[in-house]
């Protein structure tokens, strides 16, 4: 019995000891005072908190080099985009057609009129060869009167066909308008000086269809 009270009297001093001390700076906080505070902070706040947590978490959608990528064409917009592409080049297309078919009809016809032109002179020099031929006690007659008035109309027909004839004597030698089929010694003329013309030239629209045949002086 003895023993028995004297274990009595020990136990209280140890969980005396056991208990731990939860003051500090003279504050005590329970279990209650915890569950308290919780309960009070707002819902709200922690959405708000997690919802930026995610978008700072989640990654930007980038293309190869970093970019971001571009949101998709609706398909009836890059149909629109696409037949309006085509439209522009079908009509740079066909104007460039336009252009390169006029170009070629005006060479055509260039072309055609040199031709003729060419053919008539020979009738023209014809004409230049007659009248040079009459006598004078004959260029006042009928016949002679009518081979000019009929060469003088050819003339005026030609130069309305923009067909002029190329000066020649008295110019200085061009190779591009004169054809020199000799050459004389002539120290009154100049040097490369025209100074006779067997047969007259002439020019289309400044393209030469004849070139002047001519004596030239050294």
Do not use: C
């Not at 009070?40 to 959608?61: I, R, V, W």
């Not at 007659?130 to 027909?157: N, R, W």
């Not at 067909?163 to 020649?168: Q, Y």
């Amino acid at each position: 019995m003895a023993e028995m009270e004297k274990d009595m009297e020990q136990k209280p001093e140890e969980t005396a000891q056991e208990v731990p001390d939860t003051e500090e700076n003279g504050d005590t906080q329970t279990a209650d005072d915890i569950d308290s505070a919780d309960a009070a902070e707002p819902s709200g706040s922690q959405e708000a908190l997690q919802a930026e947590d995610a978008a700072e978490t989640q990654p930007e959608k980038k293309g190869f080099f970093g970019k971001k990528k571009k949101d998709k064409k609706d398909p009836k917009d890059q149909q629109i985009e696409d037949l309006t592409d085509r439209v522009k080049r079908q009509m740079a297309e066909f104007d460039n057609f336009r252009k390169r078919t006029e170009k070629e009809k005006a060479g055509m016809f260039e072309m055609g009129a040199k031709s003729v032109v060419e053919k008539i002179l020979p009738v023209v020099d014809n004409f230049e060869r007659g009248l040079a031929a009459v006598p004078e006690d004959q260029k006042g007659s009928p016949l002679a009167e009518g081979m000019e008035k009929i060469y003088k109309q050819f003339l005026t027909v030609l130069e309305e066909l923009e067909v002029k004839p190329i000066e020649a004597v008295g110019k200085e030698f061009d190779p591009n308008l004169h054809n020199a089929v000799m050459h004389i010694e002539d120290e009154e003329s100049g040097d490369n000086v025209v100074v006779e013309e067997f047969q007259k030239g002439y020019t289309y629209r400044d393209a030469v269809v004849r070139h002047s045949m001519v004596k030239v002086a050294n």
